[in-house]
């Protein structure tokens, strides 16, 4: 797998087998071990508990409210992963576990498809060792799954371009590309790897696939069938007669949460060079050896490679997409990664032979290593020095104990692994990265589960209130809502805090002596009787009280 590797073809593929499941094990290692943490997990799986438990699939809620900020798409794949495990624990994970394992063999495929089988090898190896693409195959966000249907769809694109006509590939393409812009929006952008292929058809006009025009209508055929896996359920109960809340749903998630979000963000605003920043940091340790690939991708691409013209130039129309937004997040880049580490694949072989790309590496690992080494014995020594970063999350001594035991094992694994293949700087970080994602899964996540998921604060919650009181949320977190040992009552989610408080204030006043309010303690209204709140414990760099219902009595209907 490595340059400079030797012995027979059947001992080699028995390296790989083992790198494979190895890295398999990593991606996949604590599953069941964690509940669902912010910022995006608990609410996805809300919406997925409550479609499984009401059988109502085409319209997510979250609690009493409808979730329109994305299509429910992800939420299928949970609720129907919980179908299969029924431990929600597990299922949660299953689909962005199942969506890298695609994405990493599509990786692979498309690498050996433009030129063989070890630039394959070197594709899929370099997409696992990015920091990205580990941290969201070990999350349960929807871009993992983007990302799977996104490089699905560029994979059929390029093999019909470069490798055809391939009519399935083509209707494959679109059909991914519809799927995908009903999970998150954006899954449409493979589609835009046409335009560098139209500009090498303009240079040379030999470019050409021996197909009829009338084959590209395969491209809008399956994206309107993919895309139709939701839109035809909700166009249908659009038309039957419905309330007035199906209407605000659609109106916003079909024209809010997508044309103007892209044009006119109202949060996650960021300068135009953000992008940058990601690629540097996120994109490790590929990043490193940016200075060596960027100058030999230029001279490719003057040459007229179509294959590095189509992959860089496609990365390069995604890049200039999201960054003519205003609002920018680090894993609005993350579908151009997997095209990204594959142009880069077959330079590869080369690369890691040069004495700057093995110190790079040496580096890395050798850095990493270290980091977490200080870290570790400043989490058991002197966890004063960080104080600041470990506030607001109610965290006990044992959980920072154990999080810097923990960081030392990671500390010591990653020096050994670079002392192990001191001379094969890239199985080293291979190995590195597998166990940067074993540790993360049984280790840290582990550890850090009771009080990023708020299992812990809301464990102590009905304790408080004993087994047969009620529990009501204000200003809550979908984590909150989760993780209740019994079904709470809510006032709304996006609702004004008044208008969440005033409704809480009527329900309490139905049995005031067996009703308790959560909420955050900046929300409090001056009618409460703070003397009988009780200071329930920070989550989340979140402080939340709890109010007995008897504490509310100042309060009345108009307050």
Request: with cysteine; aromatic share 10%; proline share 6%.
């Amino acid at each position: 797998m490595i340059p400079g590797d030797a012995g027979t073809a059947r001992a080699r593929r028995r390296r790989d087998a083992g790198a494979w499941l190895l890295i398999a094990v990593s991606l996949a290692a604590g599953i069941g071990m964690r509940s669902p943490a912010p910022p995006d997990e608990p609410r996805f799986v809300l919406a997925a508990r409550a479609m499984a438990a009401s059988g109502q699939w085409l319209l997510p809620h979250r609690g009493t409210e409808l979730y329109a900020e994305k299509p429910p798409v992800f939420m299928w794949l949970q609720a129907a992963s919980h179908g299969l495990f029924r431990d929600w624990d597990i299922a949660f994970l299953v689909p962005s576990l199942l969506a890298s394992l695609l994405t990493l063999w599509l990786t692979w495929d498309l690498g050996r498809r433009l030129w063989g089988q070890r630039v394959g090898r070197y594709a899929a190896l370099s997409l696992f060792c990015t920091i990205q693409f580990g941290l969201m195959a070990k999350r349960a966000q929807i871009d993992m799954v983007l990302v799977a249907m996104t490089t699905l769809s560029l994979w059929g694109m390029v093999r019909h371009l470069l490798r055809g006509p391939d009519r399935a590939c083509l209707f494959l393409a679109g059909f991914a590309a519809g799927l995908g812009t009903v999970t998150k929006g954006v899954g449409f952008l493979p589609l835009l790897v046409a335009f560098p292929w139209l500009i090498l058809r303009l240079r040379d006009a030999r470019r050409r696939i021996g197909a009829p025009a009338w084959q590209w209508t395969l491209v809008p055929i399956g994206f309107l069938a993919g895309a139709g896996v939701w839109l035809v359920p909700l166009g249908i109960a659009l038309l039957q007669p419905h309330g007035t809340e199906l209407d605000v749903y659609a109106r916003d998630i079909l024209l809010r949460q997508t044309g103007t979000r892209y044009l006119d963000s109202w949060h996650h605003v960021q300068p135009a060079w953000y992008y940058a920043q990601v690629i540097l940091t996120l994109w490790l340790p590929g990043s490193l050896l940016l200075p060596k690939l960027v100058p030999a991708w230029m001279r490719r691409m003057r040459r007229g490679d179509a294959r590095h013209v189509l992959l860089l130039g496609w990365a390069l129309l995604v890049l200039a997409f999201f960054t003519a937004t205003p609002g920018k997040r680090e894993v609005y880049l993350f579908p151009a990664l997997p095209a990204v580490c594959i142009a880069a694949a077959p330079l590869l072989g080369g690369l890691l032979r040069m004495r700057y790309a093995r110190l790079a590496l040496r580096g890395y690992v050798g850095g990493a290593g270290l980091a977490a080494l200080a870290l570790g014995a400043i989490l058991l020594l002197e966890p004063a020095l960080l104080a600041s970063s470990l506030a607001g999350r109610d965290f006990d001594h044992d959980a920072v104990h154990a999080m810097g035991a923990w960081m030392l094992v990671l500390g010591a694994s990653l020096v050994w692994a670079l002392d192990a293949h001191a001379r094969c700087p890239g199985r080293a970080t291979v190995l590195a990265t597998c166990l940067i994602w074993i540790v993360y899964g049984v280790g840290f996540m582990r550890v850090l589960d009771p009080f990023a998921s708020s299992s812990r604060l809301m464990g102590q919650v009905y304790q408080r209130i004993g087994p047969v009181a009620q529990l009501g949320l204000v200003d809550w977190r979908e984590q909150n809502y989760l993780q209740a040992p019994r079904t709470p009552v809510d006032f709304g989610f996006k609702a004004p805090v008044e208008d969440q408080w005033r409704r809480a204030f009527e329900w309490v006043g139905g049995s005031p002596a067996q009703r308790w309010i959560l909420a955050n303690g900046k929300t409090l209204p001056g009618c409460v009787d703070r003397a009988a709140v009780a200071n329930a414990g920070q989550s989340n760099r979140n402080a939340w009280v709890l109010v007995p219902g008897a504490a509310l009595a100042g309060c009345g209907r108009g307050q």
